[in-house]
């Protein structure tokens, strides 16, 4: 080889190796944090067109109890909406988009009618309720609801997906059936068919509970003990005295816990009767997103939320963010802010939204629910995916969970 050669070839390395630590020197961009929910009302100057969404939330009357070693997670579900706005901007960027992001956050003691009320009279179609169900229900018959797409994030109620169900709502949670059929699933591979079954005094606990019983007939299991929870703690009665006597029964193969408000789930395990798993709101819950989720590209959305929120993405954040994205995917497929054509499209058979779970969302036609896979994640590790496989379906193994098309009681 010529010396001219050798002068050339080493000078192409050299050349090569700077554009690799380049490469690998470069930090990866993020979303600016947001500092101020006014930042999310401004148009982007490059935008044409602009769709406005607002996002309405009732604070709680009361604090649920937390133990003390528990991270103090503030706004659950508007952070998430939040970051859903940054990333529909940077698609808008080159469709010539914007969205932005009205909050109204109402007191314990607030009217959610009333303040649903101004946001439809100030122009807003687009509605993310982030309420009770009952709130929902009523909102959802209103004169003003007529015309708009309310989008909730955080219920579980299957009543809402039932009877009470709604044209013009849409739901990102899966509900409490959704879950109930995912652990029994998993529970029924595992050939752990008698369950222990205990109820909190929560509304909510009973609604869980009655999806439980309902999944167990669907799945195989049986039911041999159902019990609700009334215990106090104090000096005198521990949960080291009470749980072992509270379970104890001649067999049983895995606890399920229905306890919404965590007032005594976590107390169980390592303390029943016989040593046997907890599964349902303790032990390996079902659960639309966990901090435990990295597959599938999740990872990089964990980064991005923890990066700009500060803690990690929860359930209701997650719902929030799906919301926002839901309407994002249908501006940029559609090219159009239309609503007539976003909610035709969203309710179509080609919708299909990206949620970092490995398969594309989309929501069913009977109840407006949107399919999705639900996860079962321990403390700290992702356990499974449900459909469990093996489950099938013949259209959508997704609509293994909760409730198919012939079972629905939803009539729009």
Same mark, same amino acid.
């Given at each position: 080889?010529?010396?001219?050669?050798?002068?050339?070839?080493?000078?192409?390395?050299?050349?090569?190796?700077?554009?690799?630590?380049?490469?690998?020197?470069?930090?990866?961009?993020?979303?600016?944090?947001?500092?101020?929910?006014?930042?999310?009302?401004?148009?982007?100057?490059?935008?044409?067109?602009?769709?406005?969404?607002?996002?309405?939330?009732?604070?709680?009357?009361?604090?649920?109890?937390?133990?003390?070693?528990?991270?103090?997670?503030?706004?659950?579900?508007?952070?998430?909406?939040?970051?859903?706005?940054?990333?529909?901007?940077?698609?808008?960027?080159?469709?010539?988009?914007?969205?932005?992001?009205?909050?109204?956050?109402?007191?314990?003691?607030?009217?959610?009618?009333?303040?649903?009320?101004?946001?439809?009279?100030?122009?807003? $179609?687009?509605?993310?309720?982030?309420?009770?169900?009952?709130?929902?229900?009523?909102?959802?018959?209103?004169?003003?609801?007529?015309?708009? %797409?309310?989008?909730?994030?955080?219920?579980?109620?299957?009543?809402? $997906?039932?009877?009470?169900?709604?044209?013009?709502?849409?739901?990102?949670?899966?509900?409490?059936?959704? $879950?109930?059929?995912?652990?029994?699933?998993?529970?029924?591979?595992?050939?752990?068919?008698?369950?222990?079954?205990?109820?909190?005094?929560?509304?909510?606990?009973?609604?869980?509970?009655?999806?439980?019983?309902?999944?167990?007939? #669907?799945?195989?299991?049986?039911?041999?003990?159902?019990?609700?929870?009334?215990?106090?703690?104090?000096?005198?009665?521990?949960?080291?005295? +009470?749980?072992?006597?509270?379970?104890?029964?001649?067999?049983?193969?895995?606890?399920?816990?229905?306890?919404?408000?965590?007032?005594?789930?976590?107390?169980?395990?390592?303390?029943?009767?016989?040593?046997?798993?907890?599964?349902?709101?303790?032990?390996?819950?079902?659960?639309?997103?966990?901090?435990?989720?990295?597959?599938?590209?999740?990872?990089?959305?964990?980064?991005?939320?923890?990066?700009?929120?500060?803690?990690?993405?929860?359930?209701?954040?997650?719902?929030?963010?799906?919301?926002?994205?839901?309407?994002?995917?249908?501006?940029?497929?559609?090219?159009?802010?239309?609503?007539?054509?976003? #909610?035709?499209?969203?309710?179509?058979?080609?919708?299909?939204?990206?949620?970092?779970?490995?398969?594309?969302?989309?929501?069913?036609?009977?109840?407006?629910? %949107? $399919?999705?896979?639900?996860?079962?994640?321990?403390?700290?590790? %992702?356990?499974?995916?449900?459909?469990?496989?093996?489950? %099938?379906?013949?259209?959508?193994?997704?609509?293994?969970?909760?409730?198919?098309?012939? +079972?629905?009681?939803?009539?729009?």
């Amino acid at each position: 080889m010529s010396i001219t050669n050798r002068k050339s070839t080493r000078l192409l390395a050299y050349l090569c190796l700077g554009l690799v630590t380049t490469s690998l020197g470069a930090k990866q961009e993020l979303p600016p944090k947001v500092t101020s929910p006014k930042a999310l009302q401004k148009i982007p100057s490059t935008a044409t067109k602009t769709l406005p969404i607002a996002y309405l939330k009732q604070l709680p009357s009361s604090s649920q109890a937390q133990a003390y070693f528990d991270p103090v997670i503030t706004e659950p579900g508007l952070k998430g909406a939040r970051l859903g706005i940054l990333d529909n901007n940077t698609t808008g960027q080159f469709t010539q988009q914007s969205f932005t992001l009205k909050e109204s956050i109402i007191p314990p003691e607030g009217q959610p009618a009333e303040a649903f009320k101004t946001l439809a009279s100030e122009g807003y $179609r687009y509605i993310i309720l982030d309420l009770p169900a009952d709130s929902i229900a009523h909102l959802a018959r209103l004169p003003e609801a007529h015309n708009l %797409l309310l989008l909730d994030i955080s219920s579980r109620d299957d009543s809402l $997906r039932g009877p009470r169900c709604g044209a013009n709502v849409l739901h990102f949670q899966p509900s409490h059936a959704m $879950r109930a059929d995912a652990l029994a699933q998993y529970l029924m591979k595992k050939r752990w068919k008698h369950w222990f079954v205990v109820t909190g005094n929560s509304p909510e606990d009973n609604l869980l509970t009655e999806a439980i019983r309902k999944s167990s007939k #669907k799945f195989g299991a049986k039911v041999v003990m159902d019990k609700p929870w009334s215990h106090q703690f104090d000096d005198r009665r521990t949960p080291e005295s +009470e749980v072992p006597v509270f379970t104890q029964k001649d067999d049983y193969d895995v606890v399920v816990v229905a306890d919404e408000t965590k007032a005594f789930g976590d107390m169980l395990s390592y303390r029943t009767w016989l040593p046997r798993p907890i599964v349902g709101t303790a032990g390996l819950t079902a659960v639309s997103w966990d901090k435990t989720h990295e597959a599938w590209g999740a990872l990089q959305l964990q980064n991005r939320f923890r990066e700009m929120a500060g803690h990690w993405m929860t359930e209701v954040d997650y719902g929030a963010w799906l919301a926002i994205r839901t309407l994002g995917e249908a501006a940029t497929r559609t090219k159009s802010l239309d609503f007539d054509r976003l #909610k035709s499209f969203i309710l179509g058979s080609d919708f299909a939204l990206a949620g970092f779970k490995g398969v594309p969302l989309s929501f069913r036609a009977w109840d407006n629910q %949107l $399919r999705q896979p639900v996860l079962l994640a321990g403390e700290r590790s %992702l356990v499974a995916v449900a459909p469990i496989e093996g489950y %099938l379906h013949p259209k959508n193994e997704l609509d293994t969970l909760g409730n198919d098309e012939a +079972e629905s009681t939803c009539k729009f």
